[in-house]
């Protein structure tokens, strides 16, 4: 049984107070779900203290209520049993308990759980799923990175560094959109009149009437080139690897579009420097707005990219994405629908049993057009897409994901010397 002192209740932080207004339009957000391989070093003790000890540390870990009555409020529980459990199975079964792990109901109890599996060969691997509210991506990588002591490895956060995050959160950006902050000012300079979720300008929006609502497809294409390539490439071109991709997606939909005033929107981790190590959902999302001449030559676009980031990949890509929102003046749903989101997620240590190349459809609805460049399972560079067939053709995200990928290919040809932009 696991005891600590932290308070019982606490705010709601921007990104579950917005994760909750979306559940009560859409469902349940998806939980966050990685496997991967435990160390022949690290016994199954040893994994186990190693657990309790993130537990004891990380208060967002003892979630257990969020509402948005009175204004929101969360609840936290001081003790409950280690939510680990051991199994066995065969390599099949593996893969399956591995696609199909669910969120642990909200019940009162921890709203995570990791399973111990050991496999027909001997191999033991860790299956972690985590109810969205508690944690984002990042922060199941941090505690695998802790449970393994392999890959990155970040400063450790302090007990209750979470909750005092989360009231930090709310007297720097309040919920009226005002505040004396740097970044309101920021922020609004940077979109000078448009809205955070002004539509990307993209040729193959559709409406209800002419699409199919309540559908999406995840969309995956493997690259010929791995996260080396873009870093040596970036090196080159005095940029980041980063950079490189939201240069040629700029490029990209300038050309298709015409456009030389594009709005994208961003994933970030939301984190300060300070909060580096600890365990939550802190990412949330910013708009770039991109307006210059010529920016349909990537290598245009990478020159007016370079500063534009650098003002704000800082202090300002804290701001949560729904306070941007506010003080701009928010359009409807509608608008964000039509936006593209760009997530870039390189992965040192690639979680097993990521989902295959090509396609697949299903029932759903999304709040943007994703486009996520991430680790694939041989460490190359993968580019995906998640569409709404309610908003976007899918027929015309084939054709731009594939135009985004072949120019970012091009750019970031394996061992190509590339001169400087």
Excluded at 278 to 284: C, I, P
Aim: hydrophobic share 40%; glycine share 10%; net charge neutral.
């Amino acid at each position: 049984m696991l005891r600590h002192t932290r308070a019982s209740k606490g705010l709601l932080s921007w990104q579950q107070e917005a994760g909750l207004h979306r559940e009560s339009a859409y469902g349940r957000y998806s939980p966050v779900r990685r496997v991967f391989a435990i160390p022949d070093e690290v016994s199954d003790g040893e994994f186990a203290t190693r657990l309790a000890h993130i537990v004891d540390r990380e208060d967002a870990l003892h979630l257990v209520g969020a509402t948005l009555d009175g204004g929101g409020a969360t609840s936290y529980r001081q003790s409950f049993p280690l939510p680990l459990r051991h199994l066995s199975c065969t390599a099949e079964e593996l893969e399956h308990a591995a696609r199909a792990a669910v969120a642990p109901p909200r019940n009162g109890g921890p709203w995570w759980e990791v399973a111990v599996i050991h496999g027909p060969d001997g191999r033991r691997y860790a299956s972690c799923v985590f109810d969205h509210l508690v944690s984002d991506g990042y922060s199941v990588l941090l505690l695998q990175n802790e449970l393994t002591g392999r890959g990155r490895r970040e400063r450790s956060s302090a007990a209750g560094a979470y909750q005092e995050w989360v009231a930090w959160q709310r007297r720097e950006f309040p919920r009226d959109g005002g505040g004396a902050g740097a970044s309101r000012g920021f922020w609004l300079r940077h979109l000078d009149g448009t809205t955070a979720d002004r539509p990307t300008p993209l040729p193959f929006t559709t409406d209800a009437a002419g699409g199919q609502p309540g559908l999406v497809t995840t969309m995956t294409r493997d690259l010929p080139l791995t996260f080396d390539d873009l870093r040596a490439t970036a090196q080159v071109l005095r940029a980041t690897p980063f950079l490189l991709v939201f240069a040629n997606l700029i490029a990209a939909v300038s050309q298709l579009s015409g456009s030389e005033d594009i709005t994208v929107r961003v994933a970030g981790t939301g984190r300060r420097p300070s909060m580096a190590g600890a365990l939550g959902w802190f990412a949330d999302a910013f708009p770039i707005r991109t307006r210059a001449t010529g920016i349909a030559d990537p290598h245009r676009a990478l020159a007016v990219a370079r500063p534009l980031t650098a003002r704000i990949l800082g202090t300002p890509a804290t701001a949560p994405w729904e306070y941007i929102r506010a003080l701009s003046s928010a359009s409807d749903a509608g608008d964000a629908k039509r936006q593209i989101m760009l997530n870039f997620a390189p992965d040192e240590t690639p979680q097993l049993f990521t989902e295959a190349e090509g396609e697949h459809t299903g029932p759903g609805s999304a709040d943007a057009l994703h486009l996520f460049v991430k680790s694939g399972p041989e460490g190359n560079c993968r580019l995906a897409a998640l569409v709404d067939h309610g908003v976007f053709a899918p027929e015309g995200v084939r054709s731009f994901l594939d135009d985004v990928g072949h120019a970012l290919a091009t750019m970031a040809r394996p061992r190509q010397r590339v001169e400087s932009a």
